[in-house]
T-cell receptor, first 118, second 111 residues
Framework: GAVVSQHPSWVICKSGTSVKIECRSLDFQATTMFWYRQFPKQSLMLMATSNEGSKATYEQGVEKDKFLINHASLTLSTLTVTSAHPEDSSFYIC??????????????FGNGTRLTVT | RKEVEQDPGPFNVPEGATVAFNCTYSNSASQSFFWYRQDCRKEPKLLMSVYSSGNEDGRFTAQLNRASQYISLLIRDSKLSDSATYLCVVAPGQAGTALIFGKGTTLSVSS
């Protein structure tokens, strides 16, 4: 079945540094990928929609200059957390939908990246 | 009103019990509905889609009431391995748009 690979699985970084998270669709093309964030005991919250070849669409309250998204190919989207601060510590999950699959096509999730900013 | 609301948890049940989760959604134009399962510190995994006619997958039964904008999940003969958080998920409309997640209901099955 379809698989989405996310890397790294976890990262610890110092405040002020930047962290890049990669999301790849392994056996299907994804013109659109979604980035979610989940704080402890909270629901997944959509941060932005990543569109191949064009600018990402950010949800209200998400700073586009802080969370840089690049979707340069049909199988790769990256999220860069710039100048990370402790409040950015969270579980970041990417996902993609296989639009060429008939019938229901729910999101396929990466395994998530647990970011801890010290 | 939140877009997707679920029963507050946690649900603590013994093995073999039947448990039901409920969910309501606010967008009447929503197209597709799903239940996802999320284990602690893991990504969500699709449990099952929810169809208007109701559907069953082994011990799991999902139902949808579009008029009431209500979704349910029934788990029969609970197993220890069913312990997880169950997420009600709604697709607001067009294909390619992001899914909207409920906060989740935690189930704990004990022996």
């Amino acid at each position: 079945g379809a698989v989405v690979s996310q890397h790294p699985s976890w990262v610890i970084c110092k405040s002020g540094t930047s962290v890049k998270i990669e999301c790849r669709s392994l056996d299907f093309q994804a013109t659109t990928m979604f980035w979610y964030r989940q704080f402890p005991k909270q629901s997944l919250m959509l941060m932005a929609t990543s569109n191949e070849g064009s600018k990402a669409t950010y949800e209200q309250g998400v700073e586009k200059d802080k969370f840089l998204i690049n979707h340069a190919s049909l199988t790769l989207s990256t999220l860069t957390v710039t100048s990370a601060h402790p409040e950015d510590s969270s579980f970041y999950i990417c996902s993609a939908r296989d639009l060429f699959r008939t019938g229901d096509s729910p999101l396929h999730f990466g395994n998530g990246t647990r970011l801890t900013v010290t | 009103r939140k877009e997707v609301e679920q029963d507050p948890g946690p649900f603590n049940v013994p093995e073999g019990a039947t448990v039901a989760f409920n969910c309501t959604y606010s967008n009447s134009a929503s197209q597709s509905f799903f239940w996802y399962r999320q284990d602690c510190r893991k990504e969500p995994k699709l449990l099952m889609s929810v169809y208007s006619s109701g559907n069953e997958d082994g011990r799991f039964t999902a139902q949808l009431n579009r008029a009431s904008q209500y979704i349910s999940l029934l788990i029969r003969d609970s197993k220890l391995s069913d312990s997880a958080t169950y997420l009600c998920v709604v697709a607001p409309g067009q294909a390619g748009t992001a899914l909207i997640f409920g906060k989740g209901t935690t189930l704990s099955v004990s022996s």
